[in-house]
């Protein structure tokens, strides 16, 4: 059985993620699409001196209004990955993975993950039947 090889730094994170995605919106932003999920996947490095660095990978949902922030701690706490945040005045779902040791099958599953998590909660803001729509307000 073949291992899956590794990530050895930000730049060649960068260059699997452009290889294996499509561009997106920003040049830190990269579209995803497996079957009917479709979603747009931010990466941002995050650095903790004096440890190793981490990715941060993000899926935007909307505008903070459209959400109950009550409900949005809630369902932060039982997602199967990731939590939510505020950035920006937008409700993000966010994944960190630490950079060292990361095998490029772990990038692919948390990329899946994070989009068809995200996908439930976007059914939810579009008013669809969706396990997260306690979250719209």
Do not use: N
């Amino acid at each position: 059985m073949a291992t899956s090889p590794e990530i050895p730094s930000w730049s060649a994170l960068l260059l699997h993620l452009g290889a294996t995605l499509a561009p997106g919106s920003k040049g830190d932003r990269f579209s995803y699409v497996h079957g009917e999920t479709r979603c747009e996947i931010g990466v941002a490095q995050v650095l903790a001196p004096p440890g190793p660095p981490w990715v941060c990978l993000m899926v935007w949902l909307g505008r903070v209004e459209g959400f109950g922030l009550r409900a949005t701690l809630v369902a932060s706490g039982q997602l199967p990955i990731g939590s939510l945040a505020l950035l920006d005045e937008q409700i993000v779902l966010r994944q960190t993975l630490p950079l060292e040791g990361l095998l490029v099958t772990q990038l692919g599953q948390a990329i899946r993950g994070l989009a068809e998590t995200a996908s439930q909660l976007q059914a939810a803001v579009a008013h669809d039947d969706s396990p997260y729509a306690y979250v719209v307000r």
